[in-house]
């Protein structure tokens, strides 16, 4: 290399670090380059590296539930990937480029190639990153949970109310108040308004 091409511009992420630090990686490194809506991460991939975004911005989804939810977006200047890469574990997250940009992967055969004392740097770096981004999905994961609840218990007040109006209404009373063998009887039909999977159909066959 001639020279760096690339590097971490503003990305706090990765600063304080010394140019012959960034040098040796980028030298152990191997840049790659991505089209917008082209998938760096996928959710649940194994992949041992590390990636440095040098250009471009990438956002970061999560699968909870059935749907998939946005998590942040990463630029210029900040390690993505270094959950798995510290933990070994599948990848957490799915990681998609918005407009063309420029990574470099740091593999592990790579990142074992560095300096000792540079490779317990990013190591603590990683870590740091991961256990703040780790504490984020939880975070992010009780959020929808959440919001998914509210839905749920907006949804069951609507239907527990269309019940109480249908079983309150004048003509069930009047049905009720017409059949003699009352209380269990009466007790059945009810529990037959209340019933979601009842209908009108249902309850009349009942009645005659």
């Known amino acids: 290399m001639e020279g760096v091409e690339h590097g971490p511009r503003g990305g706090a992420e990765v600063l304080p670090m010394a140019r012959q630090d960034f040098e ?3 030298e152990a490194g191997r840049e790659e380059t991505l089209a917008p809506g082209q998938r760096l991460i996928d959710e649940g991939d194994i992949d041992e590296a590390v990636y440095l975004i040098l250009e471009g911005t990438f956002e970061v989804t999560k699968r909870f539930g059935q749907g998939s939810h946005r998590i942040g977006m990463l630029g210029p200047g900040q390690w993505v990937g270094e959950i798995a890469f510290i933990k070994e574990i599948p990848r957490t997250s799915r990681v998609v480029a918005t407009k063309p940009s420029v990574v470099l992967r740091l593999g592990r055969r790579e990142f074992e190639s ?3 004392m540079l490779q317990l740097a990013l190591r603590n770096r990683f870590a740091q990153l991961a256990m703040e981004r780790i504490e984020q999905l939880i975070r992010e994961q009780e959020d929808v949970a959440a919001s998914q609840q509210d839905l749920m218990d907006y949804f069951r007040a609507i239907q527990d109310s269309e019940r109480r109006s249908y079983s309150q209404s004048g003509l069930i ?5 017409s059949i003699p063998r009352l209380p269990m009887y009466a007790g059945e039909l009810i529990a037959m308004v209340h019933d ?7 309850i009349a066959a009942r009645i005659g």
């Open 196 to 202: 979601p999977r009842s209908d009108a159909r249902l």
């Open 173 to 177: 009373q009047r049905i009720i108040r």
């Open 24 to 26: 040796a990686i980028y």
């Open 114 to 116: 560095l300096d000792p």
